[in-house]
């Protein structure tokens, strides 16, 4: 079949969808999707969001395509999806239509085989693509006190890459807190303030395997010289470097880039200081620069992260959801973003409003919500109730003795019961430092043994948190 059939083969495709499914669903997943080409069986379609995309790939909607598509096309078609960025007036998200390229380089090569690791051999023109997807952009990255430090240093290194105090800048978080995320908004708005700056985004893997096919085919000079070039570069995931081999070679092309001034940009599920398995001479290298970490959302940044994403499906929480969820769902913000599509496909298969009651019964799917595990909100909600004050007035700079002290305990108790670090619990408690939340535990303890009062209080929350505990 020749291309010009494919509006007409997707009608008849769409038509025999409708038939089949509520309509409901059909038009939320399938009256979007446009027909783009048909050559040789491939049938390639366009798709609003890489969300749309993965709903479609899930059961039973993937069923009912794939049997349309073979009853119109016979059992050899294949689908490709294109995804399309549009332009939106919405505060947020934003979307790039396109990343620029980077410009071509002079370099030296051998005519046996490609020296650029991103090619395959035999293309001789010598381009790096930067290899960043445009909805990682700042403008979809929603800020709060969890990420504002690793945001606001981004910004800094885009607007000046390799001429700012933060080379490298050493990202560090649980997985789906926003590292990816945030290392390519950093590339793509250097691609737009400084469109000559040669920017490569690579995962740790990829540059390991690269290395290995170097070394197999006796080319560690020339694959060194390719990453040498580059003014950008964004390693992610270096916890992965744990070969003594692929260390060597990244840290003499750490140092080179280094020396030249140019910026190197980091990802790791772990701080510098706790990364296994790396040389020392290349974890010191690491600790040059600035070491930002990525925490879990705190609950205003979950509910704008609720708002942002629903905002992206084309949906408006009502803001009693919008409250439940934040104070349910406190997981990465991956997990947030499963939350919002698990609850928009229930609504648009069962044809339910979204209400509190239908987002209770997503979140017991997502969330063990009466987990006996603590969590920073489920403490703070109970030393609320106990002390009759709000959860705003807890995380406020009130200075009130009562405040103080409910606040204080909370630290304590989260410190205690929890594997929160000090860090995390400082930034949900009201954008604190490590070093206050340190004196609220060590003031709690000596209060401990000194005042009954503050003892009782303590020895309650705990009951209470974790019956059978006491001191």
């Not at 399938?30 to 366009?46: A, G």
């Not at 947020?92 to 071509?104: F, I, L």
């Not at 004196?439 to 000596?446: E, K, M």
Request: hydrophobic letters at 35%; proline letters at 6%; a positive charge.
């Amino acid at each position: 079949m020749g291309e010009s059939n494919h509006i007409d083969i997707w009608r008849r495709c769409l038509q025999i969808i409708k038939n089949n499914v509520p309509d409901p669903v059909y038009r939320t997943w399938f009256e979007p999707v446009k027909p783009v080409s048909l050559k040789d069986n491939l049938l390639t379609i366009e798709v609003p969001s890489d969300a749309h995309m993965r709903q479609l790939e899930e059961m039973p909607l993937i069923d009912i395509l794939a049997k349309t598509l073979k009853r119109v096309l016979g059992n050899s078609v294949k689908l490709q999806y294109n995804i399309q960025y549009p332009k939106t007036t919405l505060q947020y998200p934003h979307q790039n239509e396109q990343v620029a390229s980077n410009r071509p380089i002079p370099f030296p090569r051998s005519d046996k085989e490609s020296l650029n690791p991103f090619i395959i051999p035999g293309i001789r023109k010598l381009t790096i693509e930067p290899n960043l997807n445009p909805k990682y952009s700042f403008e979809n990255f929603i800020e709060g006190v969890c990420n504002r430090l690793a945001r606001s240093a981004g910004e800094r290194v885009a607007q000046s890459p390799g001429n700012n105090p933060f080379c490298p800048l050493f990202i560090h978080g649980g997985s789906g807190l926003g590292k990816t995320h945030l290392s390519q908004a950093i590339g793509l708005k250097v691609k737009e303030l400084h469109p000559d700056k040669i920017v490569l985004y690579v995962s740790a893997h990829v540059f390991k395997t690269q290395y290995q096919e170097a070394v197999v085919g006796n080319n560690i000079t020339s694959f060194m010289h390719f990453y040498e070039q580059i003014d950008v570069l964004i390693i992610d995931d270096v916890q992965v470097f744990t070969t003594p081999g692929t260390q060597n070679v990244f840290f003499h092309i750490f140092n080179y880039l280094h020396q030249a001034g140019k910026q190197i940009i980091l990802t790791s599920d772990v701080a510098p200081g706790r990364l296994q398995g790396i040389e020392t001479r290349l974890l010191q290298r690491f600790k040059w620069g600035l070491s930002a970490e990525l925490l879990p959302p705190d609950y205003e940044t979950r509910v704008k992260i609720f708002k942002a994403k629903s905002a992206n499906e084309g949906i408006v929480l009502p803001d009693d959801v919008v409250e439940y969820l934040a104070n349910k769902v406190t997981g990465s913000v991956r997990e947030l973003e499963g939350t919002i599509l698990t609850l928009l496909a229930h609504s648009t298969f069962n044809r339910e409003d979204i209400t509190i009651d239908l987002a209770k019964k997503v979140t017991k799917q997502i969330v063990n919500v009466d987990s006996s595990e603590l969590s920073l909100e489920k403490i703070r909600s109970v030393v609320c109730d106990y002390f009759k004050i709000t959860p705003e007035l807890i995380v406020s700079k009130t200075r009130k003795r009562e405040i103080v002290q409910a606040r204080q305990i909370t630290m304590y108790l989260v410190r205690n019961l929890t594997k929160a670090s000090l860090a995390s619990i400082g930034s949900q408690m009201g954008g604190k430092d490590h070093a206050t939340v340190l004196h609220a535990c060590s003031t709690v303890s000596d209060l401990i043994d000194t005042d009954r009062s503050i003892r009782k209080y303590v020895s309650d929350l705990e009951r209470q948190l974790k019956p059978g505990k006491q001191l």
